[in-house]
């Protein structure tokens, strides 16, 4: 630091402090929500938010474990990990085709999945297609219908568009077949895209919300998220009279996102990455 | 090579395509009201035809009511399975329950509906709204024959509030709760400790110079909740009616007054003199009971089945207190009403119902009988609560599932139950006696409330919504004192002549 500018010493200090006010406005409501949820209901109730606890309880953690938290959690957590996997082995055999040069009706094809961008034909028609499928109260219902993002597809199909065609060439020449080259040389260097697509799909669904309230008519099978907002609004009932302390409340939003935000930071890198790499080439 | 490519390529998409549309041709499983009465179709004439006293034949029926509709509230699986198999076994029939989370219940109803699966049963929300709209839709069957059948019903429930389910004369639901009304309640502590004296019905005056001796005091004087449709309490004590109203038998633009913007000006002045929650605009529900039983607020505008609640809360809280009601505010000409909410759900029966006078029997059991109520209210014994020493104590199953083991709940049925069977806790028990003179008298202050049929004319139905969403916006800024009252009204004349609001009247006062 010995030859630095005051000027470049000025600017790096007006960047840290910069960076720390834009952290503080994103922690500071992160830590409210945490500080709120582990704090005494009557704390709350009579003295408002506070950053640092006066004294802690998990009372609120406790009922919502005892609420049917765990089997709503492993609905969740099927539906997730089957859902997400279909998506993945849709969105791959799907982004290798598109992605040959050759492919016939390629152009067409394209433009009917990216219609569907733009075209959203409404939640009554999608109710009816799932409804006379017979997937009305299956999980079928929240895989298969929702199976493609199209988002995704199109990351997908770019990347693997990017990969150099000598490579499958090769493959080809030493008797390689269609699947064997997807499996054996267009997933292993896809590893990024996939890893962030797949990120893209789990989140997506284990936040699914709207269409599990739709297509799912058995109250045993609803998902984690259905759960906790069924808990928030059992404590906003307009005529009911349960007791509706925000702590509650912030209990639950950090129970909600807890298994995402434990996900996240092992897969964050592929997160922008993916989107990178699969934006390169349209 | 290449042919062979695009060959693999072009089979790759079309499997997939193939797998997207699977089962398409194939027979779709069963569901909702149309297919359940399928299996009842048999049975129908039979059961149309049998004696109230002869045994009737088990009959399929979908049932939708939101999760919080099963014993108690609670919405663990097993619970609500438990209250489902006593409905059966009572009613002889077979239920298919669709029981949506209470925050999407409307969206997936109109969903269902729309579709053409219609329920055999179905509960509406904002029924004295909603009712035109789906009896003008054909989803709802006319009740007048089935209810003479049905004295346990109409020995209950007063003609007027049938008559506000009434679609082109004809029945078309039956209430689900008791009319409701909200008035002020008042923390006593807070009045007491600084001197604020106010009768059960004080003048607009008498609370506003009132009402002042709490401003600076830390205490939050009135808290209001961001739901402007409540603003008819402080719109009745000048005459005022807070949106199409009815005036010597021909619909009005009730908004449109002098009396409203009389009422207005007086909100406005509240507001502006730190009276009247400064952030009403945020505040949900949850949040003004919350002020109120922590101390936060000194008064605020709800239902009249509080009072246990707001004991045992700010009990809870540590901030005990009586709470004391307003009925009604009275005006310069000694005008008044609680916010009278009317009907709020009913309960209606499919058009496409097979078996209407088996679903009436599902209606009268759950929601008319002593029997079904506390099934209604308290759940299974033994599975939802167990009696000991005849006190009830939630089992731990329900307490743990959104289970309300509460003595206000019953407040908002048919028929009045007084003897329940057991005790309550001793604090409740002391409160109930209160709790049930609060219920009487709200039924002496009621305030104005008129339903406008939703088939006369189709400029109201198109600008029903624009029109509810225009007041309550010119409303907010005239409170904020964003603009005056006659700014205020300069911009809603502007928006009223852009929908036609005078020809919407003409239509509907044809």
């Not at chain 1, 099978?221 to 349960?242: G, N, V």
């Not at chain 2, 009402?211 to 603003?231: Q, R």
């Not at chain 2, 007084?418 to 009487?440: A, C, M, R």
């Not at chain 2, 904020?480 to 006062?509: H, P, Q, R, T």
Request: charged share 20%.
């Amino acid at each position: 630091m010995k030859n630095v500018g005051i000027g470049r010493r000025i600017f790096v200090l007006g960047n840290g402090l910069f960076l720390i006010l834009v952290s503080m406005i994103v922690l500071i409501p992160l830590l409210l929500v945490v500080s709120t949820s582990i704090s005494p209901d009557e704390v709350v109730a009579r003295q408002g938010y506070v950053l640092i606890p006066k004294s802690i309880t998990f009372a609120n953690y406790f009922a919502i474990f005892n609420s049917g938290y765990m089997p709503a959690f492993y609905n969740s957590l099927f539906v997730t990990i089957s859902a997400t996997l279909f998506s993945m082995g849709m969105t791959l055999v799907m982004g290798y085709a598109l992605a040959q040069k050759d492919l016939i009706f390629k152009n067409f094809l394209l433009r009917f999945v990216v219609a569907t961008m733009v075209l959203d034909a409404g939640i009554i028609p999608f109710y009816l297609v799932v409804n006379k499928l017979g997937m009305i109260d299956s999980y079928l219902s929240l895989i298969i219908p929702s199976a493609i993002s199209t988002y995704n597809l199109i990351l997908m199909k770019n990347y693997m568009a990017s990969i150099p065609e000598s490579l499958m060439e090769s493959a080809r020449l030493d008797g390689c077949t269609e699947l064997g080259i997807l499996i054996k040389i267009v997933i292993p260097v896809s590893i990024p895209i996939i890893a962030a697509v797949t990120l893209f799909y789990a989140v997506s669904h284990w936040n699914t919300y709207l269409y599990v309230v739709m297509f799912i008519n058995d109250s045993s099978k609803y998902t984690l998220q259905i759960l906790l907002r069924q808990l928030i609004f059992q404590s906003e009932s307009a005529i009911s009279s349960a007791s509706a302390l925000n702590n509650f409340k912030m209990s639950v939003m950090i129970m909600t996102m807890l298994p995402v935000l434990i996900l996240y930071p092992f897969i964050q890198r592929y997160f922008i990455s993916g989107i990178m790499l699969g934006s390169v080439k349209g | 090579m290449a042919k062979i490519r695009k060959v693999i390529a072009l089979i790759m998409v079309a499997v997939m395509a193939v797998v997207m549309f699977a089962g398409c041709g194939g027979a779709s499983k069963e569901t909702g009201a149309a297919n359940s009465t399928k299996a009842a179709v048999s049975t129908a004439a039979v059961s149309s035809t049998q004696q109230t006293d002869a045994p009737k034949e088990k009959v399929k029926l979908s049932f939708f009511l939101s999760q919080t509709g099963w014993g108690g509230e609670a919405v663990d699986p097993e619970l609500m399975a438990e209250v489902e198999k006593v409905i059966e076994g009572k009613t002889n029939t077979d239920l298919e329950v669709i029981a949506p989370p209470q925050s999407s219940y409307n969206d997936k109803l109109n969903v269902v509906l729309a579709s053409g699966d219609i329920p055999d049963i179905f509960a509406v929300r904002k029924a004295m709204d909603n009712i035109h709209v789906m009896a003008s839709r054909g989803y709802t069957m006319p009740l007048d024959d089935l209810i003479k059948q049905a004295p346990e019903i109409t020995s209950l429930v007063d003609q007027t509030y049938l008559d506000y389910l009434k679609v082109d004369g004809k029945l078309q639901g039956v209430p689900m709760y008791v009319p409701l009304s909200k008035f002020i309640w008042m923390r006593k502590d807070v009045m007491d400790a600084n001197g604020v004296k106010l009768s059960e019905t004080p003048t607009t005056d008498e609370f506003y110079n009132e009402m002042k001796k709490l401003v600076g005091k830390g205490v939050i004087p009135f808290t209001f909740a961001k739901f402007l449709d409540n603003l008819p309490f402080f719109f009745n004590p000048f005459g005022a009616y807070y949106g199409i109203g009815e005036k010597d038998g021909k619909y009005i633009d009730g908004f449109n007054t002098p009396e409203a913007k009389e009422a207005l000006a007086y909100v406005a002045k509240l507001y502006k003199e730190k009276i009247w929650d400064q952030e009403f605009l945020t505040n949900e529900n949850t949040t003004i009971r919350e002020n109120l039983f922590s101390g936060k607020a000194a008064s605020t505008l709800d239902y009249y089945n509080r009072y246990i609640y707001f004991c045992t809360e700010a009990e809870n809280v540590k901030a005990p207190t009586e709470f004391v009601p307003i009925y009604e505010l009275k005006g310069p000409k000694g005008q008044g009403g609680n916010l009278y909410e009317a009907i709020q759900d009913a309960l209606c029966i499919s058009s496409k119902s097979k078996n209407p006078d088996r679903a009436l029997d599902v209606l009268k059991y759950y929601v008319y009988s002593e029997e079904g109520v506390k099934l209604r209210c308290l759940g299974v014994e033994g599975k939802h609560y167990t009696l000991e020493n005849n006190i009830i104590t939630p089992t731990e199953k329900a307490k743990n599932s959104g289970y309300k083991c509460d003595v206000n709940q019953f407040y908002l049925y048919y028929p009045k139950i007084t003897d329940f069977g057991f005790k309550w806790s001793e604090t409740i028990e002391k409160l109930i006696p209160l709790q049930v003179k609060f219920n009487e008298e709200t039924n002496r202050h009621l305030g104005p409330k008129y339903s406008i049929p939703s088939n006369k004319s189709d400029l109201y139905n198109k600008n029903l919504s624009g029109y509810k969403k225009k007041i309550d916006e010119i409303s907010s800024k005239i409170i904020m004192g964003s603009c005056s009252v006659d700014e205020g009204y300069k911009e809603y004349e502007a928006f009223w002549k852009s929908i036609n609001g005078d020809g919407m009247l003409a239509e509907l006062n044809k």
